[in-house]
């Protein structure tokens, strides 16, 4: 199998085991094998959100930390199409989320993988930037300053 269609089915097989529609049953185990321990989640933007996030570690903790926190149930992202290109894997999903508040959170995502050796070194989010601060508030300070 090429790279491209290992990259592919890779992040295919990650989308499938967390948009699971049973919020007990959604896994992201893979995507956290998965994702190397050096790997950066860019935030594109110019709102409270937009960052780097560099490490395992504060893409886990500080990036999906937050958003755990601020949803009723375990995110879920349905994709829809996935183009792959040698290392890189660009996904267009839409989110399927509801905050603690009641509020519907279904963002629509660009997201744009980069692989190395089976392993996601970057991922870049490209998404609606004011539903995001409208469903889920500004991104709080206290986090930003750890970057």
């Known amino acids: 199998m090429s790279d491209t269609a290992s ?3 890779l992040i295919e097989q990650i989308f499938a085991a967390a ?27 110019q709102y409270s959100w ?7 570690q ?8 937050h958003v755990r926190s601020r949803l009723a149930e375990r995110t ?3 994709a829809h199409r996935f183009i792959a290109d040698g290392d890189c894997v660009a996904v267009e999903a839409k989110g399927d989320n509801v905050t603690r508040e009641g509020v519907r959170y279904d963002n629509d995502y ?15 989010e490209y998404c609606d930037s004011v539903l995001t601060e409208k469903a889920l508030g500004k ?3 206290e986090v930003r300053a750890a970057d």
């Open 7 to 9: 990259n592919k089915k």
């Open 19 to 45: 948009g699971n529609p049973d919020p007990a049953a959604r896994d992201r185990a893979l995507f956290v094998a998965s994702l190397a321990d050096d790997a950066k989640w860019v935030v594109t933007g």
């Open 50 to 56: 937009s960052r780097t996030f560099t490490g395992k």
């Open 58 to 65: 504060s893409i886990l903790n500080d990036l999906h930390g």
């Open 76 to 78: 879920r992202t349905i």
């Open 110 to 124: 660009c997201l744009v993988f980069r692989l190395e050796g089976g392993m996601i070194k970057e991922i870049r």
């Open 139 to 141: 991104f709080p300070e």
